[in-house]
């Protein structure tokens, strides 16, 4: 998989955990949601960090 894939995951996974969040029916959507959050974050900070193809160092 390439950085670009990992980044728009961790987007995708961002967006679901604020829905998660701020859903009022799910008493643990909160937690669950915050957590998805934090995984992404850390996700995009590994794919911002991945070396692209065919570009020099």
């Keep these: 998989m390439s950085a670009r894939s990992f980044e728009r995951a961790s987007l995708w996974g961002m967006g679901a955990g604020v829905a998660l969040m701020l859903q009022p029916?799910?008493?643990?959507g909160m937690a669950v949601?915050?957590?998805v959050v934090l995984?992404?974050?850390?996700?995009?900070n590994?794919?911002?960090?991945?070396?692209?193809?065919g570009r020099a160092k």
């Design 33 to 35: 949601g915050f957590g």
């Design 39 to 44: 995984a992404s974050v850390v996700l995009q």
């Design 25 to 28: 029916w799910w008493k643990r």
């Design 46 to 53: 590994v794919a911002a960090r991945w070396p692209a193809k």
